[in-house]
């Protein structure tokens, strides 16, 4: 099985960036998309941003020109970097492998942007 760990997250006051990892436990880039989502207490997860295994992205539309996804296939890791952070952004960023068979996520890293 896939194993995915988040790191990254932190306090960071509105305007400010993080860059978030997802570290995999294989080579899984060929045959996954990748995916970043992020859940805020008493909503739904919500897909923030993705990348194919053809190195294809898409955002959400509340995102889009201010994070960033990206891979690096020799380290097994996939980022989300994110700029001019809003208060709203704050959630439990997690990220997903999704294979043709099922997905595996990670644990998940807690992203706070203060006011």
């Known amino acids: 099985q896939v194993q995915l760990v988040e790191s990254g997250g932190g306090l960071v006051q509105a305007g400010g960036s993080l860059r978030l990892s997802c570290a995999a436990s294989e080579n899984i880039f060929s045959v996954a998309s990748m995916g970043w989502y992020r859940q805020a207490p008493g909503k739904q997860r919500e897909l923030v941003a993705s990348?194919?295994?053809?190195?294809?992205?898409n955002y959400a539309d509340s995102v889009k020109g201010r994070f960033t996804i990206s891979r690096d296939s020799a380290k097994n890791t996939v980022y989300l970097q994110m700029n001019s952070l809003k208060p709203e952004d704050t959630a439990v960023y997690s990220c997903?492998?999704?294979?043709?068979?099922?997905?595996?996520w990670g644990q998940g890293t807690q992203v706070t942007v203060s006011s």
């Open positions: 997903a492998a999704h294979r043709t068979f099922g997905t595996y």
């Open positions: 990348i194919t295994s053809g190195g294809s992205t």
